[in-house]
């Protein structure tokens, strides 16, 4: 009796070029501990919920014990802003207002930068939208 | 490598999420698909980002020449052999942002690899892991594989650090390309209006202009590749 083919598929007609560096890649893959795939699998059943055990409520405190309140991680601060007024030429607001819109930037931001491209000190922190240009 | 029929596969692939991969495939496919060749984009990653732009935006799905599809997620062997073998034009990999042998192996197929990267020094640990892994497998085939980091949503102004680290790029064996992209709202605009920079109304000329720019380096990648092969 003859024995049974193996059941493993043959590569008929696959590239040698493409059978040389998938075996490259898996070599690679092998040595770096990188995962096959690591797509999620998509379930397409809904499978009955688990039960939710709900974390036991935490102890009141003793009356004696001040509450921990988190530090503040002060970092640097923008500098004090004022308003003020200047007349443009109508083009050229209508430059600012362009630029802004087409950058995703505040028309603030783009005076600014071009402040400092001429030559202006700005620093970068000023640069970021304070509460007012939200 | 391209196949038979000329075909020419640019994947983009980094193991990090979040670095414009499925941004920089549509600004591509845009600039492919208005110089009037057939674009094909088949998307690898889990988030469906491309996938879900193209199936919910009525105008991504009447660009002429364009097909979107979505990559296997199991049998990925006989695929990519069936890709390789019959695929014609221009088609785009969108990788999932993680390093999978699934993503290595699209990734060292393709005619071009693009790793985008913002100027952090995370994005750029990742994409040099990217170059490291293809560079192993480039090693084994004795074969060059085409890899380039694309510096991606670099602000107007850089401060001193990022250029610092421009500059480690560019001392290093780490081939990127020197067109960067900056952070514009054109590019963010594909997926709210369901278009694609080049077909957006109106245009953003610079956003055109740095993409046409990108292009030009990836043709000329593309074409020193076939004088090698001719010669």
């Keep these: 009796m003859k024995p049974a083919l193996p059941t493993k ?13 998938m075996a490259a890649v898996k070599e690679v893959a092998q040595e770096s501990n990188i995962p096959t795939v690591v797509h999620p699998k998509i379930s397409t059943s809904t499978a009955a919920p688990s039960p939710v055990v709900l974390p036991a409520p935490p102890a009141p405190l003793p009356d004696d014990v001040a509450p921990v309140v988190a530090k503040k991680v002060r970092g640097p601060k923008p500098a004090p ?4 007024s200047v007349d443009l030429p109508v083009y050229v ?3 600012i207002r362009s630029m802004a819109y087409h950058d995703n930037k505040t028309k603030r931001r783009v005076i600014l930068e071009a402040l400092r491209a001429g030559g202006l000190t700005v620093k970068d922190i000023d640069l970021e939208e304070g509460p007012a240009d939200a | 490598m391209s196949n038979k029929h000329g075909a020419r596969f640019i994947s983009f692939a980094s193991p990090k999420g979040g670095v414009g991969k499925s941004t920089s495939c549509l600004a591509i496919a845009g600039a ?7 674009v094909r984009i088949i998307d690898f990653d889990q988030t ?9 935006s009525p105008a991504a799905q009447q660009i002429a020449n364009l097909t979107v599809e979505q990559g296997p997620h199991s049998d990925h062997g006989d695929y990519i052999s069936s890709l390789w073998g019959g695929a014609t034009d221009y088609v785009l990999l969108d990788l999932a942002g993680s390093l999978s042998e699934l993503t290595l192996m699209i990734a060292a197929f393709a005619t071009l690899t693009i790793t985008p990267a913002k100027v952090s020094e995370p994005d750029i640990i990742e994409a040099n892991k990217m170059a490291n892994k293809l560079h192993a497998v480039a090693r084994r085939v ?10 991606n949503e670099v602000p107007n102004i850089v401060s001193r650090d990022e250029v610092d680290l421009i500059e480690q ?4 064996n780490l ?9 514009r709202s054109s590019y963010s605009k594909s997926f709210s209006r369901g278009t694609l920079p080049h077909f957006a109304d109106p245009i953003n000329p610079k956003a055109i202009a740095e993409i046409d720019d990108l292009m030009r380096e990836i043709d000329a990648i593309f074409e020193n590749d076939q004088l090698k092969a001719a010669a």
């Design chain 2, 175 to 183: 081939a990127r390309f020197q067109t960067i992209i900056r952070r």
């Design chain 1, 9 to 21: 598929k043959m590569a008929l007609g696959v590239d040698p070029d493409i059978m040389q560096t």
């Design chain 2, 48 to 56: 469906e980002t491309i996938w879900r732009w193209y199936t919910t």
């Design chain 1, 93 to 95: 607001i209508e430059q």
């Design chain 2, 169 to 172: 790029i560019d001392s290093s």
């Design chain 2, 32 to 38: 492919l698909l208005a110089q009037g060749v057939k």
């Design chain 1, 81 to 84: 802003v004022r308003r003020t």
């Design chain 2, 142 to 151: 004795s074969k060059p594989i085409n890899h380039r980091i694309l510096l």
